[in-house]
């Protein structure tokens, strides 16, 4: 056998040298005594190799990545070590599209590089890559190293060790520990070819080609075949993230529920956006399990019916108006009131000082009328421009949609952007002081958010008081498969400042009308269980009605393969204790590829 230097320098001769990688095409083997995969990735996240130069890393391919920002492929070896927390592949930063096709034997040299997706800020874990290579291809053909299976049993039931408290958290310096926490196990396969079997669908497939299934098909399902995410110390550790190596038209359109029958396998990668991602150049076979869209009941003569939806950045540009107005009218049953949240002005994201938005509803009203609904009024207030959060130039907010056939509102001059509604006393009953109005609009807990929207209906001679809201984003929040564990919450405090803000204002009608009707509802961006419903329902002064459904049907929202809720309606001890209330998630976005908006419409239905 050549000596290693001798081989490296008689294969220079043919080297084709490419912008980012050298790639060198043997005739024969490269004597290589040098450092192993296994000894790169270590038994920790981070490698004992990292910012080293390694040389003659040996592997085979396993998976060839040609499109994004992330080109490059995978490699793996196929004599593995005893070590059950060291994994055998690594990804090789190409930069280009790469010059190798799976089942290439290859070495490589270059820099060993801990990437973070999404940058350090993200909070994200790293993924192990050797960069600036110099590639050489032994040879072609090989068989691939067989794909582990990730299934049931092989992934454990805790979620992740808690972070080294002396380094902010982080699980980066700890002992990979894979037949104990789920994340280690994911870790200790970073790179390597898994395979998934007959996974169940638990998040639909989005327009990035991307899907979520379960390998713990029992775990915390609820009847449409979804994982509820009910707690924070009780993760759903059989989530995986499913991505495609091939072309995007074969990439399945796949509902909750449904099953990709057969082998799904492919390189075990972590991203921005989901954390641990199969990236499948094997997809199995679709197969429906015939997820319907539901329907709820229509309300009665002497019920009033109450809704929440967030239609998702509506403008009137959007295709979508016909499909909302189907989904009111026989979904959601035309009820009474509508709350929709995220309706865009009269042009949408065009950032031009435009705020009004009555060319919006109009167009949903129109289109709900022609549905077959009633021909609902509405209220609203338009906001400041730019300063509600949410898409710039968009100027989200919520609006009123009420059928005046069956209630009406009750007008009061004096609300706009900046002035706040105050609540009154009149005739010994609450009021207030602007119909509609804004809840404390200048106070910072809504600054680049939603401002709540307050206003009057009667039904049926009585008075009910409805807040329309949508709370600040869980954006800037740490993901679930952050390194840092338990992951921080950052979003929250604004969230926080928000609910007691609505709560102390539910607690001044109250304070005047102790049985006052009083719903707050909307897009709450949290969950039933987290300390911002908690704040919001106070001591008493409101409770979210979703929790009288039973725990494994408390969804609204599906985020990454969680179901889970986000948007919620409340209500005053005088609607909670009276006659007939009834409350429904109506499951007709959140788990379709085709939805028309991200989340479910809520509806309650009592008697006041």
């Known amino acids: 056998m050549p000596s290693r230097s001798s081989a490296r320098l008689a294969a220079l001769t043919v080297a084709a040298v490419c912008s980012a990688a050298s790639i060198v095409v043997l005739t024969s083997p490269a004597h290589a005594d040098s450092v192993r995969i296994h000894d790169i990735q270590g038994n920790t996240r981070m490698s004992p190799y990292a910012g080293k130069q390694v040389t003659d890393v040996a592997g085979i391919v396993t ?6 920002s992330s080109k490059g492929f995978w490699i793996q070896d196929p004599t593995p070590d005893a070590d059950p927390a060291t994994s055998e592949a690594v990804f090789v930063f190409t930069s280009s599209a790469p010059k190798v096709a799976v089942g290439d034997a290859v070495t490589v040299s270059g820099t060993v590089s801990e990437f973070v997706p999404g940058g350090a800020a993200s909070g994200n874990q790293s993924v192990t890559e050797i960069t600036k290579p110099t590639v050489t291809v032994v040879s072609s053909g ?3 190293p067989a794909a582990t299976v990730v299934d049931a049993r092989s992934v454990p039931d805790a979620y992740a060790p808690a972070g080294d408290a002396a380094a902010s958290n982080s699980i980066n310096g700890l002992t990979l520990k894979p037949s104990k926490y789920a994340l280690d196990y994911y870790e200790s396969l970073e790179g390597m070819n898994v395979r998934v079997a007959d996974a169940r669908v638990v998040g639909a497939s989005d327009p990035y080609t991307e899907l979520w299934v379960t390998v713990k098909p029992r775990e915390h399902a609820n009847r449409h075949g979804g994982t509820v995410y009910g707690s924070y110390d009780s993760q759903n550790t059989g989530r995986l993230q499913i991505q495609s190596l091939g072309a995007v038209a074969d990439f399945p359109s796949a509902n909750v529920g449904d099953t990709l029958t057969g082998s799904t396998a492919g390189p075990l990668d972590y991203n921005q956006f989901g954390g641990y991602t199969l990236v499948a150049n094997e997809i199995g076979t679709l197969k429906s399990a015939g997820l319907q869209r539901e329907t709820t ?31 009111i009218v026989n979904n959601l049953k035309s009820p009474d009131i509508v709350s929709l949240e995220e309706i865009q002005d009269n042009n949408g994201a065009k950032n031009d000082g435009t705020v009004a938005a009555d060319q919006t509803v109009t167009k949903l009203i129109d289109a709900i009328a022609l549905a077959g609904g009633p021909k609902y009024d509405w209220r609203s207030i338009d906001p400041v421009n730019n300063a509600d ?9 919520q609006v009123f949609l009420f059928n005046p056939e069956r209630v009406s509102f009750t ?38 958010s939603r401002k709540p929207l307050a206003g009057e209906f009667v039904f049926r001679g009585r008075t009910v008081f409805v807040i329309a809201n949508h709370f600040n984003s869980k954006g800037g929040d740490q993901g679930l498969t952050s390194q840092y564990q338990p992951p921080a919450r950052s979003s929250e405090t604004q969230r926080h400042q928000q609910a007691t803000l ?21 897009d709450i961006n949290d969950f039933e269980f987290s300390d911002t419903a908690k704040l919001l329902e106070g001591d008493g002064e409101l409770w979210s009605a979703i929790k009288s459904l039973p725990k494994s049907e408390r969804y609204t929202y599906d985020y990454q393969g969680n179901s889970q809720v986000l948007d ?6 005088s609607i909670r204790r009276g006659c007939g209330l009834e409350y429904d998630s109506v499951h007709i976005n959140a788990e379709f590829h085709d939805q028309i908006s991200d989340h479910d419409p809520q509806v309650l239905r009592f008697q006041p």
């Open 411 to 448: 007008d009061r001059a004096g609300g706009d952007a900046t002035t706040a509604t105050g609540v009154t006393r009149v005739h010994g009953k609450a009021q207030l002081t602007a119909s509609p109005g804004r809840i404390d609009p200048t106070d910072a807990a809504w600054a680049n």
């Open 297 to 327: 009941q229509k309300q009665k003569k002497g019920e009033l019916a109450v809704a929440t939806y967030n239609v998702e950045n509506l403008d009137p540009a959007d295709a979508t108006f016909e499909e909302h107005a189907s989904a």
């Open 142 to 144: 090989n068989a691939v």
């Open 568 to 573: 919620q309606i409340l209500v005053s001890p």
């Open 502 to 522: 609505v709560n102390a204002f539910v607690k001044k009608i109250l304070d005047v009308q102790k049985n006052a009707d009083v719903i707050a509802l909307g």
């Open 389 to 397: 959060g949410g898409e710039p130039g968009g100027n989200i907010r």
């Open 63 to 68: 998976g060839v990545r040609g499109y994004g």
